[in-house]
């Protein structure tokens, strides 16, 4: 679906989504937290069971404390640092890529109105290729916006953010790619700005450690409300744009059936009032000649 299908969706960023998001978050909180929880849990385990088994090997792929002082970048010079880098990425894309597909798909059916339950985490097999390929553009695509300064980093992310979860409704990663490209492009400061705002609540809410279990799912939650305004996604539903003033607004109905409001035309005016009828016998008469 392209927006000029769906004629009342807004198509403007709204930073109105995090308010959303969370009251969206709260009517399956619990749902939401364990989701949550056993995500983080997951990728978690991937890094250290791979660092335990360079450690284990008497290659440890980080340097100590004091080599660390002595020399904050050596560890780039570090053949086994890249070595466990490379190994977490072989690992971690697909396994990343089969939880994204599972996450940002609650994340759609939660935002359609739908329920969800854990086991749609571990629904993302059939968009698994998909999340890859879209991951590593986007993120060799945010290395760039960081050698173009931070804003060209929040520039990218914001320009993609519906495409996560775009994704989840099996459109392939370059269609994603072309519609989330296509619906962003005239936001795109505003999306940057909209990056910015919420990667600082995102970040917040890290160092409270728990605050994550909030803010993880809020994000997800974002970019398919993102996907709804911006794209137009199948099966949601969102409220009438404000008419502008003097204009006939739409119906609530408008929204849910994605059709143009009714045009309006103004009544015809009243015809003015005549004179009452003469009573008989009383019509004027002209002046008769003697």
């Known amino acids: 679906m392209i927006a000029a299908e769906y004629p009342n969706y807004p198509r403007k960023v709204n930073f109105n989504w995090i308010n959303e998001s969370f009251k969206i978050f709260q009517r399956d909180a619990g749902t939401w937290v364990l989701t949550a929880l056993i995500f983080i849990l997951i990728v978690a385990a991937i890094s250290v069971v791979i660092e335990g088994v360079f450690i284990l090997s008497g290659h440890s792929p980080f340097l100590t404390p004091?080599?660390?002082?002595?020399?904050?970048?050596?560890?780039?010079?570090?053949?086994?640092?890249?070595?466990?880098?490379?190994?977490?990425?072989?690992i971690g894309l697909p396994v990343n890529g089969f939880l994204y597909g599972g996450v940002f798909s609650m994340a759609n059916k939660a935002v359609r109105g739908q329920s969800i339950d854990l086991g749609d985490l571990f629904s993302?097999?059939?968009?698994?290729?998909?999340?890859?390929?879209?991951?590593?553009?986007?993120?060799?695509?945010?290395?760039?916006?960081?050698i173009a300064l931070i804003v060209g980093c929040l520039v990218v992310t914001g320009l993609f953010y519906p495409g996560l979860a775009v994704l989840a409704d099996g459109v392939g990663f370059a269609d994603a790619f072309s519609k989330s490209f296509n619906a962003m492009k005239n936001n795109w400061l505003t999306a940057a700005g909209f990056v910015f705002v919420f990667g600082l609540l995102y970040m917040l809410s890290a160092v409270c450690c728990i605050g994550i279990f909030v803010t993880l799912p809020?994000?997800?939650?974002?970019?398919?409300?993102?996907?709804r305004d911006m794209i137009g996604m199948p099966g949601a539903s969102v409220e009438p744009v404000p008419a502008a003033p003097g204009v006939w607004p739409p119906p609530p109905s408008a929204a849910a059936t994605n059709a143009p409001p009714p045009s309006f035309e103004m009544p015809p005016p009243d015809p003015l009032p005549t004179d009452p009828p003469s009573a008989p016998g009383t019509e004027d008469t002209p002046d008769r000649e003697i």
């Open 218 to 227: 809020m994000m997800c939650i974002t970019t398919s409300l993102a996907y």
């Open 66 to 90: 004091s080599e660390t002082a002595a020399s904050p970048f050596a560890v780039y010079t570090y053949p086994t640092y890249w070595a466990f880098m490379g190994l977490s990425v072989l």
């Open 124 to 146: 993302g097999g059939a968009t698994i290729v998909n999340y890859i390929v879209y991951m590593l553009i986007l993120t060799i695509l945010s290395y760039l916006g960081v």
